[in-house]
């Protein structure tokens, strides 16, 4: 008999969901997706439960959604891949609907569909070993999960920042981007479930073990990164980073010189848009349909190749500039569908 990958139990006030799949960095896959809306439901539905915590076995909280399963079903079976989606990002929206208060532990990695199953919580925590990403463009992908939709709403731009570059950043930036409420070090996380498990109203709870960051290197740069980022077009950002000259807009510049052209102009746009949508189920509406877009392209498929299949690390994208990218024909082809929040047909 294999284990369950989700662990839901009740200890006292508190409803906790435990990933438990280290060996694969608790990426998600649907059987995962399912049974943590089982347990929200269960625990939405228990008077006795005053918070959920969300934590994770090992390394990290989750590293992502099963992107290998994506890739394999992506050009025969595209309809299965879509299913996960759709299923991923209905669970997104209802976190950030949820009636009780939701507490994401982010300790250790948290990336991709990790960040969809914590940032839209009422509750974010950040540990001093958290390390935080949404690394899409450099797979030929884009920020999903809802992440257009929280990532938009980061100051001075540091959420697009975020989404352009795919870096990975500590708890101090998470902090800054307003994508986490509070730091608490990782060997004080027991205490803090025990206090939720006492009944603790979480804000009390958080502010209990909250501790200072340390500086923030995105703050430090956020006038460049407000000033950079705030161009209509990738060629506009681009050159507002080469004019900058500073050693972090070189270093800027060369990471996003490596992640998919097509990528970049698409994230740019979900971005821009996500900046005009009040709803999340509008962003999420909107990154499915960019879903079915990519699994028609090239650059996904070459991105988890390199990335994840063969390991070579070396993408070649098509196009394989932004000069060459047909930014008119690439969002012309997002075609949102019926909303994947529309009450079922009967």
């Known amino acids: 008999?294999?284990?369950?990958?989700?662990?839901?139990?009740?200890?006292?006030?508190?409803?906790?969901?435990?990933?438990?799949?280290?060996?694969?960095?608790?990426?998600?896959?649907?059987?995962?997706?399912?049974?943590?809306?089982?347990?929200?439901?269960?625990?939405?539905?228990?008077?006795?439960?005053?918070?959920?915590?969300?934590?994770?076995?090992?390394?990290?909280?989750?590293?992502?959604?099963?992107?290998?399963?994506?890739?394999?079903?992506?050009?025969?079976?595209?309809?299965?891949?879509?299913?996960?989606?759709?299923?991923?990002?209905?669970?997104?929206?209802?976190?950030?609907?949820?009636?009780?208060?939701?507490?994401?532990?982010?300790?250790?990695?948290?990336?991709?569909?990790?960040?969809?199953?914590?940032?839209?919580?009422?509750?974010?925590?950040?540990?001093?070993?958290?390390?935080?990403?949404m690394p899409e463009t450099g797979i030929g992908y884009f920020p999903d999960v809802g992440g257009t939709f929280a990532l938009s709403r980061a100051p001075h731009r540091l959420g697009f920042w975020l989404g352009l570059t795919g870096s990975s950043i500590g708890a101090a930036d998470v902090l800054a981007a307003g994508l986490a409420d509070a730091m608490i070090p990782s060997d004080a996380i027991p205490a803090l479930l025990t206090d939720l498990a006492g009944g603790r109203l979480a804000d009390e709870a958080l502010a209990a073990h909250a501790v200072d960051p340390g500086p923030s290197r995105l703050l430090a740069n956020a006038p460049l990164i407000e000033a950079a980022f705030a161009g209509d077009e990738m060629t506009q950002i681009r050159e507002a980073l080469r004019r900058d000259g500073s050693n972090f807009a070189a270093e800027t510049l060369a990471t996003l010189d490596a992640r998919s052209p097509t990528s970049l102009v698409l994230t740019l746009h979900l971005l821009r848009e996500a900046c005009r949508s009040e709803r999340l189920e509008a962003c999420l509406d909107r990154e499915y349909a960019a879903d079915a877009l990519i699994l028609e392209g090239h650059d996904f498929f070459e991105g988890v190749r390199a990335a994840v299949i063969d390991r070579d690390r070396r993408p070649v994208w098509r196009p394989a500039s932004l000069a060459q990218v047909d930014r008119n024909a690439l969002i012309a082809s997002l075609r949102p569908s019926r909303s994947l929040f529309d009450p079922p047909e009967v």
């Open 1 to 133: 008999m294999t284990r369950p990958f989700v662990r839901a139990s009740v200890e006292g006030a508190l409803g906790r969901i435990h990933l438990d799949r280290p060996e694969a960095l608790n990426s998600l896959d649907l059987s995962m997706i399912r049974a943590i809306a089982a347990a929200l439901d269960r625990f939405e539905d228990d008077e006795a439960v005053r918070a959920i915590a969300l934590t994770g076995e090992g390394r990290g909280l989750c590293a992502g959604g099963d992107i290998k399963m994506i890739w394999r079903a992506g050009r025969t079976e595209p309809e299965t891949a879509l299913r996960f989606w759709a299923e991923e990002y209905r669970l997104n929206a209802r976190i950030a609907r949820s009636a009780k208060p939701w507490v994401a532990v982010m300790d250790g990695i948290c990336m991709g569909g990790g960040v969809g199953l914590s940032v839209h919580g009422s509750h974010r925590v950040v540990t001093e070993r958290t390390r935080f990403a």
